[in-house]
T-cell receptor, first 109, second 113 residues
Framework: GEDVEQSLFLSVREGDSSVINCTYTDSSSTYLYWYKQEPGAGLQLLTY?????DMKQDQRLTVLLNKKDKHLSLRIADTQTGDSAIYFCAEDPTNKLIFGTGTLLAVQP | SQTIHQWPATLVQPVGSPLSLECTVEGTSNPNLYWYRQAAGRGLQLLFYSIGIDQISSEVPQNLSASRPQDRQFILSSKKLLLSDSGFYLC????????????FGSGTRLTVV
């Protein structure tokens, strides 16, 4: 079945690292994605990882994939107030994106 | 470059009135097109997707319908809105192989009163 789960809320201090976690159920996804949604806006693709990779780094973002445990994480280094948003992970088992519930990241100055 | 346009940005409609939300994509041909709804509480629910003209799939039974009159135009409609249709509607497009994920429109905030 298709089910993607995330914790609902994460609060960090500015300058700290943020780690947002996600678990998914369908191992047939070719790619796994992280999207960012700022208040009242559409979703912005942050990064994605091919399913046969363990890690991908893109500037302040690091994606880790544990296929055995079906666990995906997004690490944001040196978190800034502008990183405050809802972060969605997503899988694509059937050529359609299935989104998690989203994690609200609150960055305290 | 490709762009996606979605309008209107906000809409307040009475119960029982019709609905038409429009989404167009520029700079690509034969895109996959999607309509999502984001209700209060944040989750994104896939409503419809289309891999071509006259090829529209519905993901959940509901009060809404979708049409694709042109290759790069996707319309979400309802004949009679319900209170439960309120939400944030997002249109998205993708290439066939999804390598680069979806690109989303800016969304329409629909409030049914």
């Amino acid at each position: 079945g298709e089910d993607v789960e995330q914790s609902l809320f994460l609060s960090v201090r500015e300058g700290d690292s943020s780690v947002i976690n996600c678990t998914y159920t369908d191992s047939s996804s070719t790619y796994l994605y992280w999207y960012k949604q700022e208040p009242g806006a559409g979703l912005q693709l942050l990064t994605y990882i091919f399913s046969n990779m363990d890690m991908k780094q893109d500037q302040r973002l690091t994606v880790l994939l544990n296929k055995k445990d079906k666990h995906l994480s997004l690490r944001i280094a040196d978190t800034q107030t502008g990183d405050s948003a809802i972060y969605f992970c997503a899988e694509d088992p059937t050529n359609k994106l299935i989104f998690g519930t989203g994690t609200l990241l609150a960055v305290q100055p | 470059s490709q762009t996606i346009h979605q309008w209107p940005a906000t809409l307040v409609q009475p119960v029982g009135s019709p609905l038409s939300l429009e989404c167009t994509v520029e700079g690509t041909s034969n895109p996959n097109l999607y309509w999502y709804r984001q209700a209060a509480g944040r989750g994104l629910q896939l409503l419809f997707y289309s891999i071509g003209i006259d090829q529209i799939s519905s993901e959940v039974p509901q009060n809404l319908s979708a049409s694709r009159p042109q290759d790069r135009q996707f319309i979400l409609s309802s004949k009679k809105l319900l209170l439960s249709d309120s939400g944030f509607y997002l249109c998205a497009w993708s290439e066939e192989n999804l390598n680069y994920g979806y690109t989303f429109g800016s969304g329409t905030r629909l409030t049914v009163v």
